[in-house]
Structure formats: structure tokens, C-alpha cells
Nanobody, 119 residues
């Protein structure tokens, strides 16, 4: 069992940067694959980035070259560094943890943090 709390969202101008943090509680963080999702008003929830237990990362095509995902297992925290933000990045960003179990897998979600890119 793991609990996730996102922080770092806010209002930023186009071209600006933000760093999101996801703090996890519980003993399963180091064995969890982590991800960031986002959902804009009226849109489907979109996978933004993933990072495995050993640090292998992947990014959606729409954010490659601008975003970076990382994790610090000693701090039970995963980060999303967002640079060169544009209005299309405006969304609620959610942290996700996925843990393998006998019957398949189990997902855990944070409450989300709002990112608004506007001049």
C-alpha cells in the first residue's frame, strides 16, 4: 500500500518552467513503477512520462525534449521537471504508482496538482 501527494503546480507564463514533486508514503515505493499523467478540461487522461524501479524513463512524444522524469528512492519521491511550457500543457497532473501483485497489478493515484500556462 502506498499514498501519493503531488505538489509544485501553479500558474506560469509560456516558455517558463515548473518542477512537480510526488511524495510517497509506505514501504512499497522502491518496488513501484512510477508515472505522471495529465488531464485537460474536456480531454482524455494522457500518459506523460514513466520511470521504472531501476530508473529507466520514457516520455510522451508531445513532451520529449522539454520534460524530464526522475526518482529519488531514498526520499520516496518522483519528480517531473517541465521546461518550455506552452498553453497546451495546461492540465491537472497526477502521480501514479503501479505495483505487481500475484493476480496482476495494483494502481495508486495522487490527488492531482493544477498546472496553468497562460500570459
Amino acid at each position: 500500500q502506498v499514498q501519493l501527494v503531488e505538489s509544485g503546480g501553479g500558474l506560469v507564463q509560456p516558455g517558463g518552467s515548473l518542477r512537480l514533486s510526488c511524495a510517497a508514503s509506505g514501504s512499497s515505493f522502491s518496488s513501484a513503477n512510477m508515472a505522471w499523467y495529465r488531464q485537460a478540461p474536456g480531454n482524455q487522461r494522457e500518459l506523460v512520462a514513466t520511470i521504472t524501479t531501476d530508473g529507466s524513463a520514457s516520455l510522451a512524444a508531445s513532451v520529449k525534449g522539454r520534460f524530464t522524469i526522475s526518482r529519488d528512492n531514498a526520499k520516496n519521491t518522483v519528480y517531473l521537471q517541465m521546461n518550455s511550457l506552452n498553453p497546451e500543457d495546461t492540465a491537472v497532473y497526477y502521480c501514479n504508482a503501479r505495483i505487481r501483485i500475484i493476480a496482476g497489478f495494483r494502481n495508486y493515484w495522487g490527488q492531482g496538482t493544477q498546472v496553468t500556462v497562460s500570459s
